[in-house]
C-alpha cells in the first residue's frame, strides 16, 4: 500500500497538477505555456509508466501521458498510450471524452500535415 502511494504523490500528483496548469494556460490562450505544462505532465506520467508498469495506477498514467503528448505536439506517443487507455476498462466517462478529444486532435493536426506536404508537391 505505501508502494502505491508514492506511485501516485511522486508522479500521478505531479502529473494531473501540470495538465490542470496547463488546462488554465489554455483557457487564457496562452498556449506556449500551457504546452511547456503539458510535457512536463506527460514526463511525469511516463515515469511512472516506466518505473511501476503494472501499477494499479497505469490507466491514470496512460491517461495523463497521452493527453500530455497529444496536447503538446508529441502525437506519436500521445497516440499510442491513448489508444491503450481507451481499450482498458476502468475509468471515468469524462476521462474517456477528453482522451478521444485529444486522440481527435492529434488525427486532426496529422490530417494538416499530410494535407500540408500534398500541397507542396
Given at each position: 500500500m505505501l508502494g502505491s502511494g508514492c506511485v501516485y504523490y511522486n508522479g500521478i500528483y505531479n502529473a494531473k497538477e501540470?495538465?490542470?496548469?496547463?488546462?488554465?494556460?489554455?483557457?487564457?490562450?496562452?498556449?506556449?505555456?500551457?504546452?511547456?505544462?503539458?510535457?512536463?505532465?506527460?514526463?511525469?506520467?511516463?515515469?511512472?509508466?516506466?518505473?511501476?508498469?503494472?501499477?494499479?495506477?497505469?490507466?491514470?498514467?496512460?491517461y495523463l501521458a497521452g493527453r500530455?503528448?497529444?496536447?503538446?505536439?508529441?502525437?506519436?506517443?500521445?497516440?499510442?498510450?491513448?489508444?491503450?487507455?481507451?481499450?482498458?476498462?476502468?475509468?471515468?466517462a469524462d476521462d474517456r471524452d477528453r482522451a478521444r478529444v485529444a486522440l481527435a486532435s492529434c488525427e486532426f493536426r496529422t490530417c494538416l500535415l499530410y494535407t500540408s506536404d500534398a500541397a507542396d508537391e
Open positions: 501540470a495538465a490542470r496548469n496547463g488546462d488554465a494556460l489554455l483557457r487564457r490562450e496562452a498556449e506556449s505555456e500551457a504546452n511547456t505544462q503539458f510535457q512536463l505532465s506527460a514526463a511525469r506520467a511516463e515515469s511512472v509508466l516506466v518505473r511501476h508498469p503494472t501499477s494499479p495506477w497505469r490507466t491514470r498514467a496512460l500530455g503528448a497529444a496536447y503538446s505536439g508529441q502525437c506519436e506517443r500521445a497516440i499510442a498510450a491513448l489508444s491503450e487507455f481507451l481499450a482498458l476498462a476502468g475509468s471515468t
